[in-house]
């Protein structure tokens, strides 16, 4: 996830913005993960059956007083249960329920159960802060993910800029995922692969998600909002946890709301997150009017409505909730569509954790291949 403008924004814009009061459904304690359970492998896998996911934080970091580099595991638990809350749907908007459940990690690859459940510290002997670029992509950082197939890898570091700011503008980058050339009906968007199942031994790259630790302590206040924000709260345009569920979108399938390619962020209008329940827009020239609309105030109060405001390929303006957009945007919505594409994911692909829907529609299952494999990698921010 790219963030272009740094804001914070008071609360009285956003009372409006936010959900009514209706929107408000009854959740876990603030912050706090669901209680830990086990996948069963012999559940009958339907749309409402809940995925219970692990997530491992892998936090590399140089100086351990350092609290944005050292993150405390107490931060991260919270952040997932944040997490939960906003793919539960409903809770702070109009949203579909995806039906999964984000749990720290019990035990590590050995079954041993974790003295921080959910949370590996790493000393990075490196140049720092890193280069995200390259970390995806380096097959030596394999070493440090544990089995994607039973966990979720998330790494935790902050990332390096080369354009002489404190702060680097990309606040979160995943691997979109692979899947297999047996599934008749595998997702547009997506690469894939001959085998019809993979593990760490073969990989070239480290697939995984990656979040900037220097803005892990933002957010906004709905969180912690009694009424999570029903009434109005402050807004934090590179709120971790938006940030975190916008890369985990990309990791189960999602692509991004507004038109683009596997390279840039295209001056044009077209549907490419190939989810017809997303209104698709012109990325490029909402940036341009931002930008010229910024410029008119001269000190005045901005209204945080226009800012918000996005004009659709086709169809009436709407305004930005959904959370594989960019800034500004609100954070609260996953469509029907997108959740059908991560269930998908889910059921299907590789190298995710999770049981698995039987290969029943194929054109020939392929044995799973011996060591290093030259896999397609597709990164999005």
């Known amino acids: 996830m790219k963030n272009n403008i740094f804001l ?20 876990p304690k603030t912050g706090e993960p669901t209680t830990t359970k086990q996948d069963d492998d012999k559940a009958t896998i339907t749309d409402t059956y809940t995925y219970q ?8 970091y140089q100086d351990a007083t350092n609290m944005t580099q050292h993150v405390k595991a107490e931060r991260l638990k919270t952040m997932v249960g944040y997490l939960n809350e906003l793919y539960k749907g409903g809770v702070y908007g109009s949203s579909s329920a995806v039906n999964v459940n984000f749990q720290l990690a019990q035990k590590d690859e050995k079954g041993n159960l974790l003295s921080t459940p959910g949370v590996e510290y790493i ?4 140049e720092y802060p890193i280069d995200f670029q390259k970390f995806m992509s380096a097959k030596s950082n ?9 966990y979720i890898n998330i790494m935790v570091y902050p990332f390096k800029t080369d354009d002489g700011e404190q702060k680097s503008g990309t606040l979160g980058i995943s691997h979109l995922p692979l899947m297999p050339k047996a599934l008749t009906d595998s997702l547009e968007g997506l690469s894939r692969v001959d085998y019809t199942s993979l593990s760490k031994k073969n ?45 985990l979108g990309h990791y189960l399938g999602l692509h991004h709301v507004f038109t683009e390619n596997d390279t840039a962020t295209l001056d044009s209008c077209a549907d490419t997150d190939y989810c017809k329940d997303t209104p ?11 930008k010229d609309y910024l410029a008119t105030l ?25 959370f594989m957009d960019y800034d500004l945007n609100l954070g609260f919505q996953f469509t029907d569509n997108q959740v059908k594409r991560m269930r998908t994911v889910l059921y299907y692909g590789l190298l995710i954790p999770g049981p698995k829907k039987p290969l029943n529609k194929v054109r020939g299952i392929i044995a799973p291949p011996e060591g290093v494999v030259n896999l397609p990698m597709k990164l999005r921010k």
């Open 8 to 27: 914070w924004l008071c609360s009285g814009l956003l009372l409006l913005a936010s959900c009514t009061k209706d929107d408000v459904v009854a959740t």
């Open 280 to 290: 698709s827009y012109n990325r490029v020239e909402y940036e341009k009017q931002l």
């Open 123 to 126: 000393q990075w002997t490196g």
């Open 53 to 60: 996911l692990p997530i491992i934080f892998h936090v590399f």
């Open 142 to 150: 394999v070493q440090y993910l544990w089995e994607p197939n039973d």
């Open 203 to 247: 990989l070239s790259y480290p697939f995984c998600t990656s979040i900037n630790s220097d803005y892990i302590y933002d957010e906004s206040t709905r969180y912690t909002a009694a009424d999570k924000g029903a009434k109005g709260y402050q807004f934090s345009s590179v709120d971790v946890n938006v940030t975190l569920a916008h890369e």
């Open 298 to 322: 001269n000190g005045q109060q901005f209204d945080l409505y226009k800012m918000l405001e996005r004009q659709p390929c086709t169809g009436a303006p709407f305004r930005a909730s959904n």
